[in-house]
C-alpha cells in the first residue's frame, strides 16, 4: 500500500481503460460490453436520488450480478442471535430490502432474445451523463437470423420528483422487417433470487462483514395487486418491520406499426407485452413510468394511490417536463459544487462521477440517513454510520445547506432512541448507534461497533460545523441544542476523574474503540478524547450563548432538558482536563494509551493475497498489534488541527502513515490532506488518485456491493481541504493552499452564511469572486491575511509559495524506543508448522 512502503495501488495516474472507458469530462461511458465486471459496472451505472436507486443491470434482465431497486431506509428486521449473550448486546438487525424491480424490459425479434452475453453487436455504448443525470444505452444488434436492430434506451430516477423513475427503450428494425415481442416487467425479488431462480451473488455469505445479510424467509408479504389498460400496481407489507411499500407502473407505447398489448399482474410480477410487426425504419418506443412509495405502516392501499397520483400528473403532463425539470435541478447542482482541475480531463471525469454520486445518494433522502452506499446496492446492509457526518456533511453543508439540515434532523429524530441505548450501556445523555437503519444498534459486534462512542462527538461536530458555515442559529436553538446537551452528558458520565502524581486532576475516557476498527476497546483513544473534548466545549459555549442572546430559547431548553448550572462546569473542566496521549520518547500522541506496548505489523512484507487484513486474519492476531485499518490520529489531526503544531502534525504523520493498511477507503482522503499540509506533496498526491478512483477502478474490490458514498465526500474534502488548504475551526475561514505541481489551477465553489464565492487557485494566487451575495459579508483569511468577500470585481490575493516540501517517502519507524526504554520491533504473523519429533 501507499504508507507501506509497498508498490502505489494505482498503477498509473490513470487506472481505467480507456479503449472501454473512454475519457469525456461530463459522462461515464462504456464502449464495448464485458460481462467480467458485471457487478461493478452495475455500481457505476446505477441511478438514483436519495431515496429511490436502481443499479445498473441491463434491460434485457440477464446476466446481472446483483438485480437491485434499493429504496432509503425501507428494511426488514431481524432477531440478532449471538453465540453468546450478554446484557446490552444488539438485539434486532436491520436490512434494506431489495424491493421489485422494474428495469427489465426483454426483448425478442423473430422469437429470439436479445441476450447481450452472446449477442452479435455492431456496435455499443452505455453512458451516464452527469449533466441531466441519464443512464442512455445505443445498441446495433444482428440476430441470429441475420437482421439488423438498432436498441437505444434510457432510464432516469428523478431528482425533482423523488417517488419516480422513467425508462424508455426504442426498437429500429434497420434492414427487414420481423416480429418484435417487448416484454416490460415488473417483478418482486426481494427474496435474493431472479426469476431463473439464480441466487444474487450481492448476499451475505462467508466472512466479509462488507456485505448484506441474506434473508431466511419470504420478507415482501402480498397485499394488493391489480392492472388496468396500461397500469400496474402492486402492494407489499414487510413481515418483521411492519413496513409498507406500493410500485405503480404506467405503459405507452409510440410507433406506426401495427402492435397488440396484453398486461397481468399476480403478487410477484407485472407484464405489459408488446406484439409488434415491425416494418425496416419504422421505430417502436416503449416509454415506462414507475412510481414508488413507502411507509413505516402506512396501509398498503393508501400508498398505492399515492402512487395513482404520481402517474396520474406525470400522465397528464407528459414525461418531456420531466427531462426538463432533471436537466434544470442538476444545472443548478453544478453551479454550487463543481471542482475543475484545469487540463486533467481523465482526474475531471473521476472527480465529476464522484460529486454526481454524492447527489444521487442524498438529494431527496429528505430526513433520512445517506446510506453507506447510498440506493447503489445492498452493502453494509443499506446502514447508516459515522461516514456521513464526518465526510458527507462538509461537502453538503458548503454546497448544498439544505441537504446538510435534512441529514442532521434525521439524527434529531434519532435522539430518544439514543437515549434508550445510553440508558442500555448504564450511560447518561444519548448514545447515538454506530450503525443502523431505524435508529437502534444493529451491530452485533460490539468491539468494533457500539463501542465507537466517538459518533456522538462526529454527529455534534457536522452540527457545530453546519451552523457556523451557514448561519442557520435557528436549527441549533430549536432542535440542535438537544443533540449537544444530551451528547455532553454522555461524555461526561463516561469518562473519569483521576488524581495524578503531582496533585492536579485529569479526566480520561476508558473501553471505547476509534475510527481504527483494527485497535478495538482501549483506554484514552486520542481521536475520541479530542473529538469528546470538543463536544463538551460546545455544548458549554452554546448554552451559555443562548443564555445571553436568544434568552426565550435558553429558558425552553433549560425547562425541555433539566439542565443545570452544575453540569455546564462539569462539562467546561472535564473539556479542560482531558487526557491527550503525548509520548515525549518517541515525540509522537499514541494512538491510545497502550498503543505503543504492541509490536509493529511489517506490512511491506505482508503478502497482497493476505489483504485486507481483517479477511485473513483472527480480530485478536490484529489486536495485537501497531496496524491501522484506517486513519485515526490523522483524522484527529485534520478535524481538531488547531489544537496541534505543524511539527506534531508532520511526527504523527510520519509514525502512522507506514502502519496504516488503506484497507477502509475512509483512509486515504484524510491521508491525503495531512500528507498535503506537512509537506508530502508526491504523497498526497498518490493518496488522493487512490480515493478518487475507489470505485471506478475497483480498488477494494467489493464495487459490486455499491457506491463507497463517504470516498465520494471525502474526494471534496481533499480537493478543498487537502489542496485547496482549507481550514474552518471555530467558523473562521482561513485558506494555506497546497495545490500540485501538475495542475495549473483548481476551481471551487462554496456558500457561506448564503454568499456563494467562486474560488480559483494557482501557484501564485487565489482569486474569489462573488457570485451571490449573502445577508452579511463574510470574511476569510489567506495565509493570515485578512479578505472581506464582498460583491463586485474578484479579489485577487497573492501567495507566499505552497507550504512546506519533503520528498521521499516514508517507512516503518522501528528501533524506535517505547516510554519503558524497550525497542519497537516489526513482523507479520503467520502460523509455522512444528518440526516432527524425532522418533526415540
Given at each position: 500500500?501507499?504508507?507501506?512502503?509497498?508498490?502505489?495501488?494505482?498503477?498509473?495516474?490513470?487506472?481505467?481503460?480507456?479503449?472501454?472507458?473512454?475519457?469525456?469530462?461530463?459522462?461515464?461511458?462504456?464502449?464495448?460490453?464485458?460481462?467480467?465486471?458485471l457487478?461493478?459496472?452495475?455500481?457505476?451505472?446505477?441511478?438514483?436520488?436519495?431515496?429511490?436507486?436502481?443499479?445498473?443491470?441491463?434491460e434485457e434482465?440477464?446476466?446481472?450480478?446483483?438485480?437491485?431497486?434499493?429504496?432509503?431506509?425501507?428494511?426488514?428486521?431481524?432477531?440478532?442471535?449471538?453465540?453468546?449473550?450478554?446484557?446490552?448486546?444488539?438485539?434486532?438487525?436491520?436490512?434494506?430490502?431489495?424491493?421489485?424491480?422494474?428495469?427489465?424490459?426483454?426483448?425478442?425479434?423473430?422469437?429470439?432474445?436479445?441476450?447481450?452475453?452472446?449477442?452479435?453487436?455492431?456496435?455499443?455504448?452505455?453512458?451516464?451523463?452527469?449533466?441531466?443525470?441519464?443512464?442512455?444505452?445505443?445498441i446495433?444488434?444482428?440476430?441470429?437470423?441475420?437482421?439488423?436492430?438498432?436498441?437505444t434506451?434510457?432510464?432516469?430516477?428523478?431528482?425533482?420528483?423523488?417517488?419516480?423513475?422513467?425508462?424508455?427503450?426504442?426498437?429500429?428494425?434497420?434492414?427487414?422487417?420481423?416480429?418484435?415481442v417487448?416484454?416490460?416487467?415488473?417483478?418482486?425479488?426481494?427474496?435474493?433470487?431472479?426469476?431463473?431462480?439464480?441466487?444474487?451473488?450481492?448476499?451475505?455469505?462467508?466472512?466479509?462483514?462488507?456485505?448484506?445479510?441474506?434473508?431466511?424467509?419470504?420478507?415482501?408479504?402480498?397485499?394488493?395487486?391489480?392492472?388496468?389498460?396500461?397500469?400496474?400496481?402492486?402492494?407489499?407489507?414487510?413481515?418483521n418491520?411492519?413496513?409498507?411499500?406500493?410500485?405503480?407502473?404506467?405503459?405507452?407505447?409510440?410507433?406506426?406499426?401495427?402492435?397488440?398489448a396484453?398486461?397481468?399482474?399476480?403478487?410477484?410480477?407485472?407484464?405489459?407485452?408488446?406484439?409488434v410487426?415491425?416494418?425496416?425504419?419504422?421505430?417502436?418506443?416503449?416509454?415506462?413510468?414507475?412510481?414508488?412509495?413507502?411507509?413505516?405502516?402506512?396501509?398498503?392501499r393508501?400508498?398505492?394511490?399515492?402512487?395513482?397520483?404520481?402517474?396520474?400528473?406525470?400522465l397528464?403532463?407528459?414525461?418531456?417536463?420531466?427531462?426538463?425539470?432533471?436537466?434544470?435541478?442538476?444545472?443548478?447542482?453544478?453551479?454550487?459544487?463543481?471542482?475543475?482541475?484545469?487540463?486533467?480531463?481523465?482526474?475531471?471525469?473521476?472527480?465529476?462521477?464522484?460529486l454526481?454520486?454524492?447527489?444521487?445518494?442524498?438529494?431527496?433522502?429528505?430526513?433520512?440517513?445517506?446510506?453507506?452506499?447510498?440506493?447503489?446496492?445492498?452493502?453494509?446492509?443499506?446502514?447508516?454510520?459515522?461516514?456521513?457526518?464526518?465526510?458527507?456533511?462538509?461537502?453538503?453543508?458548503?454546497?448544498?445547506?439544505?441537504?446538510?439540515?435534512g441529514?442532521?434532523?434525521?439524527?434529531?429524530?434519532?435522539?430518544?432512541?439514543?437515549?434508550?441505548?445510553?440508558?442500555?450501556?448504564?450511560?447518561?445523555?444519548?448514545l447515538?448507534?454506530?450503525?443502523?437503519?431505524?435508529?437502534?444498534?444493529?451491530?452485533?459486534?460490539?468491539?468494533?461497533?457500539?463501542?465507537?462512542y466517538?459518533?456522538?462527538?462526529?454527529?455534534?461536530?457536522?452540527?457545530?460545523?453546519?451552523?457556523?458555515?451557514?448561519?442557520?442559529?435557528?436549527?441549533?436553538?430549536?432542535?440542535?441544542?438537544?443533540?449537544?446537551?444530551?451528547?455532553?452528558?454522555?461524555?461526561?458520565?463516561?469518562?473519569?476523574?483521576?488524581?495524578?502524581?503531582?496533585?492536579?486532576?485529569?479526566?480520561?475516557?476508558?473501553?471505547?474503540?476509534?475510527?481504527?476498527?483494527?485497535?478495538?476497546?482501549?483506554?484514552?483513544?486520542?481521536?475520541?478524547?479530542?473529538?469528546?473534548?470538543?463536544n463538551?466545549?460546545?455544548?458549554?459555549?452554546?448554552?451559555?450563548?443562548?443564555?445571553?442572546?436568544?434568552?426565550?430559547?435558553?429558558?425552553?431548553?433549560?425547562?425541555?432538558?433539566?439542565?443545570?448550572?452544575?453540569?455546564?462546569?462539569?462539562?467546561?473542566?472535564?473539556?479542560?482536563?482531558?487526557?491527550?496521549?503525548?509520548?515525549?520518547v518517541?515525540?509522537?500522541?499514541?494512538?491510545?494509551?497502550?498503543?505503543?506496548?504492541?509490536?509493529?505489523?511489517?506490512?511491506?512484507?505482508?503478502?497482497?493475497?493476505?489483504?485486507?487484513?481483517?479477511?485473513?486474519?483472527?480480530?485478536?492476531?490484529?489486536?495485537?498489534?501497531?496496524?491501522?485499518?484506517?486513519?485515526?490520529?490523522?483524522?484527529?489531526?485534520?478535524?481538531?488541527?488547531?489544537?496541534?503544531?505543524?511539527?506534531?502534525?508532520?511526527?504523527?504523520?510520519?509514525?502512522?502513515?507506514p502502519?496504516?493498511?488503506?484497507?477502509?477507503?475512509?483512509?486515504?482522503?484524510?491521508?491525503?490532506?495531512?500528507?498535503?499540509?506537512v509537506?508530502?506533496?508526491?504523497?498526497a498526491?498518490?493518496?488522493?488518485?487512490?480515493?478518487?478512483?475507489?470505485?471506478?477502478?475497483?480498488?477494494?474490490?467489493?464495487?459490486?456491493?455499491?457506491?463507497?458514498?463517504?470516498?465520494?465526500g471525502?474526494?471534496?474534502?481533499?480537493?478543498?481541504?487537502?489542496?485547496?488548504?482549507?481550514?474552518?475551526?471555530?467558523?473562521?475561514?482561513t485558506?494555506?493552499?497546497?495545490?500540485?505541481?501538475?495542475?495549473s489551477?483548481?476551481?471551487?465553489?462554496?456558500?457561506?452564511?448564503?454568499?456563494?464565492?467562486?474560488?480559483?487557485l494557482?501557484?501564485?494566487?487565489?482569486?474569489?469572486?462573488?457570485?451571490?451575495?449573502?445577508?452579511?459579508?463574510?470574511?476569510?483569511?489567506?495565509q493570515?491575511?485578512?479578505?472581506?468577500?464582498?460583491?463586485?470585481?474578484?479579489?485577487?490575493?497573492?501567495?507566499?509559495?505552497?507550504?512546506?516540501?519533503?520528498?521521499?517517502?516514508?517507512?516503518?519507524?522501528?528501533?524506535?524506543?517505547?516510554?519503558?526504554?524497550s525497542?519497537?520491533?516489526?513482523?507479520?504473523?503467520?502460523?509455522?508448522?512444528?518440526?516432527?519429533?524425532?522418533a526415540?
Amino acid at each position: 500500500m501507499i504508507g507501506s512502503g509497498g508498490d502505489d495501488p494505482i498503477r498509473s495516474q490513470d487506472p481505467l481503460d480507456r479503449g472501454r472507458f473512454p475519457v469525456d469530462e461530463w459522462r461515464l461511458t462504456e464502449a464495448h460490453y464485458s460481462s467480467a465486471d458485471l457487478g461493478v459496472t452495475e455500481t457505476l451505472f446505477a441511478v438514483g436520488n436519495g431515496y429511490l436507486g436502481m443499479r445498473g443491470n441491463v434491460e434485457e434482465g440477464r446476466e446481472a450480478h446483483a438485480h437491485g431497486t434499493f429504496i432509503n431506509g425501507f428494511h426488514e428486521t431481524w432477531p440478532i442471535r449471538h453465540a453468546e449473550e450478554a446484557f446490552g448486546f444488539a438485539r434486532v438487525g436491520q436490512t434494506i430490502v431489495n424491493v421489485p424491480d422494474n428495469k427489465t424490459m426483454k426483448l425478442y425479434v423473430d422469437d429470439e432474445p436479445m441476450l447481450l452475453s452472446v449477442a452479435d453487436l455492431e456496435s455499443y455504448e452505455r453512458s451516464l451523463d452527469f449533466r441531466d443525470g441519464v443512464l442512455h444505452r445505443d445498441i446495433v444488434w444482428r440476430t441470429p437470423g441475420g437482421k439488423r436492430v438498432r436498441v437505444t434506451s434510457t432510464r432516469m430516477v428523478s431528482f425533482t420528483n423523488r417517488h419516480l423513475a422513467i425508462m424508455t427503450i426504442e426498437v429500429t428494425m434497420l434492414d427487414d422487417e420481423a416480429p418484435v415481442v417487448i416484454s416490460s416487467q415488473t417483478l418482486n425479488r426481494q427474496d435474493g433470487r431472479d426469476e431463473y431462480h439464480v441466487r444474487s451473488a450481492a448476499m451475505g455469505t462467508g466472512t466479509d462483514p462488507r456485505k448484506a445479510e441474506a434473508f431466511e424467509t419470504r420478507v415482501l408479504e402480498p397485499q394488493q395487486h391489480w392492472c388496468s389498460d396500461t397500469r400496474i400496481a402492486l402492494g407489499y407489507r414487510c413481515a418483521n418491520s411492519g413496513m409498507t411499500l406500493a410500485v405503480g407502473v404506467d405503459h405507452a407505447i409510440e410507433t406506426a406499426n401495427p402492435y397488440t398489448a396484453h398486461i397481468s399482474a399476480d403478487e410477484d410480477t407485472g407484464k405489459m407485452v408488446y406484439r409488434v410487426q415491425a416494418r425496416p425504419g419504422q421505430p417502436i418506443k416503449i416509454i415506462k413510468t414507475v412510481s414508488y412509495h413507502t411507509s413505516r405502516g402506512i396501509p398498503v392501499r393508501e400508498l398505492v394511490d399515492r402512487t395513482r397520483r404520481t402517474l396520474d400528473r406525470v400522465l397528464a403532463s407528459g414525461t418531456e417536463p420531466e427531462y426538463v425539470a432533471q436537466r434544470r435541478w442538476l444545472d443548478d447542482f453544478w453551479d454550487r459544487t463543481d471542482v475543475v482541475i484545469e487540463g486533467q480531463p481523465a482526474l475531471q471525469q473521476a472527480i465529476r462521477w464522484n460529486l454526481f454520486q454524492i447527489a444521487q445518494a442524498t438529494a431527496r433522502a429528505e430526513q433520512s440517513g445517506v446510506p453507506a452506499k447510498g440506493v447503489t446496492g445492498s452493502g453494509y446492509g443499506g446502514h447508516y454510520f459515522w461516514d456521513t457526518e464526518i465526510y458527507v456533511l462538509p461537502f453538503l453543508t458548503y454546497t448544498s445547506p439544505k441537504m446538510a439540515r435534512g441529514a442532521l434532523r434525521f439524527r434529531y429524530n434519532m435522539l430518544d432512541a439514543g437515549r434508550r441505548r445510553a440508558q442500555d450501556l448504564a450511560q447518561s445523555g444519548a448514545l447515538f448507534p454506530w450503525r443502523t437503519v431505524n435508529g437502534e444498534e444493529a451491530s452485533a459486534y460490539y468491539a468494533a461497533g457500539t463501542a465507537q462512542y466517538h459518533i456522538d462527538a462526529d454527529i455534534s461536530y457536522a452540527l457545530c460545523k453546519y451552523v457556523q458555515v451557514t448561519g442557520d442559529e435557528d436549527f441549533m436553538w430549536r432542535e440542535g441544542i438537544d443533540i449537544l446537551v444530551e451528547t455532553a452528558r454522555m461524555w461526561a458520565d463516561l469518562g473519569f476523574w483521576r488524581e495524578d502524581g503531582d496533585g492536579s486532576r485529569s479526566f480520561h475516557i476508558h473501553g471505547v474503540t476509534g475510527p481504527d476498527e483494527y485497535t478495538t476497546v482501549v483506554n484514552d483513544n486520542l481521536f475520541t478524547n479530542v473529538m469528546a473534548r470538543f463536544n463538551l466545549e460546545k455544548a458549554a459555549w452554546t448554552v451559555n450563548h443562548m443564555k445571553t442572546d436568544m434568552p426565550e430559547a435558553y429558558r425552553r431548553v433549560v425547562a425541555r432538558l433539566e439542565i443545570h448550572a452544575s453540569e455546564l462546569r462539569e462539562w467546561v473542566a472535564a473539556a479542560k482536563a482531558m487526557a491527550i496521549p503525548y509520548d515525549p520518547v518517541t515525540g509522537i500522541n499514541p494512538q491510545d494509551a497502550q498503543f505503543l506496548d504492541r509490536e509493529v505489523w511489517d506490512l511491506k512484507h505482508t503478502p497482497e493475497d493476505k489483504r485486507p487484513l481483517m479477511l485473513h486474519y483472527h480480530p485478536l492476531v490484529i489486536y495485537r498489534f501497531q496496524v491501522l485499518k484506517q486513519a485515526d490520529v490523522v483524522l484527529a489531526l485534520f478535524l481538531q488541527g488547531d489544537h496541534f503544531s505543524l511539527d506534531q502534525k508532520r511526527a504523527d504523520f510520519q509514525y502512522y502513515d507506514p502502519i496504516t493498511t488503506g484497507d477502509s477507503t475512509l483512509s486515504g482522503v484524510v491521508q491525503s490532506i495531512i500528507a498535503a499540509e506537512v509537506g508530502y506533496r508526491d504523497l498526497a498526491l498518490r493518496y488522493f488518485h487512490s480515493s478518487l478512483f475507489v470505485d471506478l477502478a475497483d480498488l477494494h474490490g467489493n464495487a459490486t456491493d455499491g457506491v463507497h458514498v463517504a470516498s465520494t465526500g471525502g474526494v471534496w474534502n481533499a480537493l478543498v481541504y487537502g489542496f485547496g488548504g482549507m481550514r474552518d475551526y471555530d467558523g473562521v475561514f482561513t485558506f494555506d493552499p497546497r495545490l500540485p505541481e501538475s495542475w495549473s489551477a483548481l476551481r471551487f465553489s462554496l456558500t457561506l452564511r448564503g454568499t456563494r464565492v467562486a474560488v480559483d487557485l494557482t501557484a501564485e494566487e487565489m482569486t474569489f469572486t462573488v457570485v451571490e451575495a449573502g445577508p452579511t459579508s463574510v470574511e476569510v483569511a489567506v495565509q493570515g491575511r485578512r479578505v472581506r468577500l464582498v460583491e463586485g470585481p474578484p479579489i485577487v490575493v497573492q501567495l507566499n509559495g505552497q507550504g512546506p516540501l519533503i520528498e521521499g517517502r516514508l517507512a516503518l519507524q522501528t528501533g524506535e524506543r517505547r516510554p519503558d526504554g524497550s525497542l519497537i520491533t516489526a513482523s507479520v504473523p503467520q502460523a509455522t508448522t512444528p518440526r516432527r519429533l524425532r522418533a526415540v
